[in-house]
T-cell receptor
Framework: SAVISQKPSRDICQRGTSLTIQCQVD?????MFWYRQQPGQSLTLIAT?????????ESGFVIDKFPISRPNLTFSTLTVSNMSPEDSSIYLC???????????FGPGTRLTVT | GQNIDQPTEMTATEGAIVQINCTYQ??????LFWYQQHAGEAPTFLSY????GLEEKGRFSSFLSRSKGYSYLLLKELQMKDSASYLC????????????FGPGTRLSVLP
């Protein structure tokens, strides 16, 4: 299994500012992802965080808006840049343990943009 | 592309059995996963199927038919704490081995 922590757990931010979310895993993992979940909705993949190289973004998400860092195999950050109210959502990081075929999620960061 | 469908809501009675269905269309199927998500919490992994058949884990079982693009999650001896959303997700090798999540099924367990 994997234990994942995220900081902050929630934040209220003003339009036009940026917020960096941290994700820490208790073991080294290769596959790490960032998701967004709107209230009452399912999960949408933002990007795959690749260690030592640029993240791989899904359609509709761009690096300028959601820059991601992955300096090592236990840590990643997601920045939500130049925020607007439409960015209000829950942001989740997750890891996939390929041998066990299990995916684990962090507790999420609830972001409200005013 | 991928298309995953689940019923939006289901209701069942405590002690009963409920089956939550998931249908999918994907070109590079590489596993189907079920997750439980309580309101305000992160999803938790329940099960994984990559071959046809039934996988049992205590009160929860998951079934897969690859030829039909179909899976179900079976919950037995329902408890009030089973009230949650259940998410089906498919891993697609033609999608960078990433996960595509279905819309989720909100299950309400009534006394």
């Amino acid at each position: 299994s994997a234990v994942i922590s995220q900081k902050p757990s929630r934040d209220i931010c003003q339009r036009g500012t940026s917020l960096t979310i941290q994700c820490q895993v208790d073991s080294q993992v290769t596959m790490m992802f960032w998701y967004r979940q709107q209230p009452g909705q399912s999960l949408t993949l933002i990007a795959t965080a690749n260690q030592g190289s640029e993240a791989t973004y899904e359609s509709g998400f761009v690096i300028d808006k959601f820059p991601i860092s992955r300096p090592n195999l236990t840590f990643s950050t997601l920045t939500v840049s130049n925020m607007s109210p439409e960015d209000s959502s829950i942001y989740l990081c997750s890891v996939y343990l390929s041998r066990a075929h299990e995916q684990y999620f962090g507790p999420g960061t609830r972001l409200t943009v005013t | 592309g991928q298309n995953i469908d689940q019923p939006t809501e289901m209701t069942a009675t405590e002690g009963a059995i409920v089956q939550i269905n998931c249908t999918y269309q994907t070109s590079g199927f590489n596993g189907l996963f079920w997750y439980q998500q309580h309101a305000g919490e992160a999803p938790t992994f329940l099960s994984y199927n990559v071959l046809d058949g039934l996988e049992e884990k205590g009160r929860f079982s998951s079934f897969l038919s690859r030829s039909k693009g179909y899976s179900y999650l079976l919950l037995k001896e329902l408890q009030m704490k089973d009230s949650a959303s259940y998410l089906c997700a498919v891993r697609d090798r033609n999608y960078g081995q990433n996960f595509v999540f279905g819309p989720g099924t909100r299950l309400s367990v009534l006394p």
